[in-house]
C-alpha cells in the first residue's frame, strides 16, 4: 500500500513539499515527473487507472467554466489538511466566497 499524503510531500522530489504551490507544476519546473512515480493519483504502473485521461480533461473543463464565470476566494487562507481519508482534502468546514462575474446583456457588435 502507498500514500499519496506521504508521497507527495517527499523533499527529494517536491521543493518546499508542504506549501501550496500550484507552480511546482508548470513545464519550467515540472517537479512532478522528476520519476514515474512522484505524483501517484491515479495509480501507477499495471495498476494506473484507466481513466486518468478522461479524469485530468473533465477537471480542466470544470475549472475553465468556474474560473470564466465566478471569483472564487478562501475565508480563511490557512487550513489544515485531512488526513482521515484516502484523498486527502482540507479539515471542514473550508469556506470559500464566489461572486458571478459581471457579463454584458446585450451582444455588441460592429458591423462595416
Known amino acids: ?32 515527473r522528476k520519476s514515474p512515480y512522484t505524483l501517484i493519483g491515479f495509480g501507477g504502473g499495471r495498476h494506473r487507472c484507466i481513466g486518468q485521461a478522461f479524469a485530468y480533461q473533465q477537471v480542466k473543463v470544470i475549472w475553465t467554466v468556474l474560473l470564466r464565470q465566478f471569483e472564487l476566494e478562501l475565508v480563511h487562507q490557512n ?24 457579463k454584458p446583456t446585450g451582444l455588441l457588435r460592429s458591423y462595416k
Not at 485531512?82 to 459581471?102: A, E, M, N, W
Open 1 to 32: 500500500m502507498v500514500s499519496p499524503a506521504v508521497s507527495h510531500r517527499l523533499p527529494d522530489c517536491f521543493h518546499f513539499p508542504n506549501r501550496y504551490d500550484p507552480d511546482r507544476f508548470t513545464p519550467e519546473r515540472a517537479e512532478d
Open 79 to 102: 487550513y489544515e489538511p485531512d488526513y482521515s481519508t484516502f484523498v486527502v482534502g482540507p479539515r471542514q468546514p473550508c469556506l470559500i466566497r464566489y461572486r458571478r462575474k459581471y
